[in-house]
C-alpha cells in the first residue's frame, strides 16, 4: 500500500515556507551568535588575564594550597585558563539572553517567557558555581588531599589546580 499524491500537500507551500524561513534565520543568527560570543570571550578573556594572579591569589587562600609548576608555560597558560574560566562566568548572561531571543523569534515564545528563562537560568548557574566554590571544593580537595601520607606528599601543579577548579566551577553551575 503506498502513499497517493493526493495525501502528500502540494509542494512549495506555505507551511514549507515557513519552516525554511526559520531554518535560515536560525541558521544566520547561529553564525551571527557564534562570531560575537567568540569575540566577547577573546575580549573579556584578555581583560581578565590582567587580574588572574589576584584571583589566583584568592583561590589558593581561600582554598589553602600551595602550588607548583613543571613546565616553562604552565604559570602563563593557567592565568590563561582563570581568565578564561572566569570570562565564562561573567558572559553567562549575555549568552542565556542571546539564546533566549533566538528561541523567542525562531519558537514564537513570548518576551515574558524569555525573561523567566534567563532569569532562572543564571539563578541556577550561579547557585551551582556558588555551591561548588563554597561547599565542594574546600570538601573535595580536603578529601582528595587526605591520602596523603609520611612517605607520600602532594605536590599540586597550577595547571592541573585550575583545570580542576575551573571544570567544577563551570559543570556545577551547568548541571544546576
Do not use: H
Request: glycine share 8%.
Amino acid at each position: 500500500m503506498g502513499l497517493s499524491n493526493k495525501s502528500l500537500p502540494p509542494p512549495g507551500n506555505k507551511m514549507d515556507k515557513d519552516i525554511t524561513r526559520n531554518i535560515v534565520f536560525l541558521l544566520m543568527y547561529l553564525r551571527r551568535f557564534l562570531l560575537e560570543t567568540a569575540i566577547a570571550f577573546l575580549v573579556t578573556t584578555g581583560l581578565l588575564y590582567w587580574f588572574s594572579p589576584e584571583i589566583l591569589t584568592l583561590l589558593q587562600a581561600y582554598l589553602d594550597q600551595k602550588l607548583a609548576f613543571f613546565g616553562v608555560m604552565e604559570p602563563i597558560l593557567a592565568l590563561l585558563k582563570l581568565a578564561s574560566v572566569g570570562a565564562l562566568l561573567l558572559l553567562a548572561p549575555w549568552i542565556l539572553w542571546r539564546i533566549a531571543q533566538a528561541l523567542e523569534v525562531v519558537f514564537g515564545i513570548s518576551r515574558r517567557f524569555a525573561m523567566i528563562f534567563v532569569f532562572t537560568g543564571l539563578m541556577l548557574f550561579y547557585a551551582g558555581a556558588a555551591f561548588c566554590l563554597l561547599v565542594t571544593l574546600p570538601f573535595g580537595i580536603d578529601f582528595l588531599l587526605g591520602y596523603q601520607s609520611a612517605q607520600i606528599r602532594p605536590v599540586i601543579s597550577i595547571g592541573k589546580f585550575i583545570n580542576f577548579v575551573g571544570f567544577f566551577l563551570l559543570g556545577f553551575g551547568l548541571i544546576f
